[in-house]
């Protein structure tokens, strides 16, 4: 079953423009990380941010964590048409078993 | 490059056959995680082992199974193919469960 919202299921957005999307879950984490897919490929890892944590930076990426809502954000800032990719959240279910629940994700286009 | 890798990248079989699928965690991840992506049900956590043990299960059909060998390589066993099996089989590596998951490039498999 999937326990992760993503918000909205497509974005298309110029470069250079800043890109927001947005996760919801259902259960209490651990932890809940972000990944990229380019089209049918591989998952990248993208940030990993803790319970106890609110906001975490890596390079054009901003990822905030409200547990009281039960929502995270991944802003990507400066887009470039390289972002173009499906994101995806995943959470680590607090007290459960060690695995990744995914969201369904969103589509990114970014346009030259 | 995760350092995770997974063979064969692309697999073409035919109902009712049965093929493995095979993964190498990146160097001291001692968890090894099989997750399935379909269009239908979108990225599904399969089977967990650690240190040559399993520890969780998921969405895994009985057809399945996998196993993880004293080196930490892992296999998973499909068979009694089916046309629905056709998908994406990623293996994740981990040192523990709270730590991210790094993803291999995935095996594309193709029921006919």
């Known amino acids: 079953s999937q326990q992760g919202e993503e918000d909205p299921q497509a974005l298309s957005i110029q470069e250079g423009e800043n890109a927001t999307m947005n996760c919801s879950y259902k259960t209490s984490i651990n932890n809940l990380q972000w990944y990229r897919q380019n089209s049918g490929r591989g998952l990248v890892h993208l940030i990993l941010i803790r319970s106890n944590e609110r906001e975490k930076h890596s390079g054009r990426l901003r990822v905030t964590l409200d547990t009281s809502k039960k929502s995270s954000s991944l802003l990507i800032t400066a887009s470039r048409a390289a972002d173009t990719a499906s994101y995806f959240c995943?959470?680590?279910?607090?007290?459960?078993?060690?695995?990744?629940?995914f969201g369904k994700g969103t589509k990114l286009t970014v346009n030259p | 490059d995760s350092g995770v890798t997974q063979t064969p990248k692309h697999l073409i079989t035919a109902t009712g056959q049965r093929v493995t699928l095979r993964c190498s965690p990146r160097s001291g991840d001692l968890s090894v995680y099989w997750y399935q992506q379909s269009l239908d049900q979108g990225l599904q956590f399969l089977i967990q082992y650690y240190n040559g043990e399993e520890r969780a299960k998921g969405n895994i059909l009985e057809r399945f199974s996998a196993q993880q060998f004293p080196d930490l390589h892992s296999e998973l066993n499909l068979s009694s193919l089916e046309l629905g099996d056709s998908a994406l089989y990623f293996c994740a590596s981990s040192v523990n469960g709270e730590s991210t998951q790094y993803f291999g490039p995935g095996t594309r498999l193709l029921v006919l």
């Open positions: 995943a959470t680590v279910t607090q007290g459960g078993s060690e695995k990744l629940v």
